[in-house]
């Protein structure tokens, strides 16, 4: 009963809206967090051209898990999970209020697709709070994490996003944070400070996803095992693709497609961004 009270509670407090739009974000880089480039000043751009949500849901690409989590603690830590980077990254705090009543709503929305988990230990990881702090400064708006269950097939995140999509009609900012072309064994490292060079086969998969994206045809996307050579390059390992996935379940019949970022990195990476939009 006490559930049901809450979730009462918080749908009542957030009243059906218009669409919220529905994003992908490349992150690339932590140190984008502490920077100020071309990507992050677009971050804070977009921002500013959509209505300032009620909540935001991040899919990072940082958080794998067996099961499906979602982050119900009302402080989320902010979490440094990489190495080797400057004394300055370490100290950046995020400290937006996580929304627990949101987490149970999330849960009972999905539990007859899936069992999720309400968890109290994980937090906002760097594919969350490094791009949110430069749209939302000021973390005046609750942040939950959505994990990735690294057993499902892409097919199986493309529907459960599907479910979600009743968030964007009750003030939800969903983001999926990860890279479309995102290879990190092949980077080019001398030429990561110099934004725009990238390697034939990740500027054509780039290009060619891109072109999937504008025509709707997410299967392709989601079959991209099928993509060849290039996509075994710009896909080595999922998770970093996987929140694309979930942005594009997330689309509307009324949606726009607008890119964002779309500019290769070190050869092997791309921050093309996508933004989904019904206004």
């Known amino acids: 009963m006490e559930t049901l009270k809450h979730l009462y509670n918080w749908q009542k407090d957030l009243a059906e809206t218009d669409p919220m739009p529905a994003l992908f974000l490349g992150h690339g880089s932590p140190m984008n967090a502490i920077e100020d480039n071309i990507f992050v000043q677009n971050w804070r751009k977009l921002a500013k051209d959509i209505p300032k949500p009620k909540a935001i849901l991040v899919i990072s690409a940082h958080w794998e898990t067996k099961g499906t989590k979602v982050t119900a603690m009302e402080k989320p830590r902010t979490i440094h999970d990489f190495g080797g980077f400057p004394k300055a990254l370490f100290e950046v705090q995020y400290p937006a209020k996580g929304d627990p009543e949101l987490a149970m709503y999330i849960q009972e929305a999905l539990k007859h697709f899936v069992p999720v988990e309400l968890d109290q230990l994980w937090g906002l990881d760097h594919g969350n709070w490094s791009v949110v702090r430069h749209l939302y400064p000021d973390a005046d708006i609750p942040v939950l994490q959505l994990s990735l269950d690294y057993s499902k097939p892409a097919e199986y995140h493309y529907n459960l996003a599907k479910e979600l999509q009743i968030l964007r009609k009750k003030g939800v900012l969903i ?100 933004v989904l939009d019904s206004k």
């Not at 490292?189 to 891109?210: F, Q, R, S």
């Not at 996509?231 to 997330?250: F, Q, R, V, W």
Request: glycine residues 10%.
């Open 175 to 274: 983001i999926g944070s990860g890279n479309m072309v995102h290879n990190l064994r092949m980077i080019s490292w001398e030429n990561m400070l110099a934004p725009g060079y990238g390697y034939d086969w990740a500027l054509d998969i780039n290009e060619k996803m891109k072109n999937h994206i504008a025509e709707g045809n997410h299967m392709a996307l989601v079959n991209y095992e099928n993509f060849g050579l290039e996509g075994k390059y710009a896909i080595p390992t999922p998770e970093h693709y996987m929140p694309l996935i979930y942005t594009l379940g997330l689309k509307n019949k009324n949606d726009k497609v607008s890119f964002l970022n779309d500019i290769p990195v070190g050869g092997s990476l791309t921050m093309t961004s996508v």
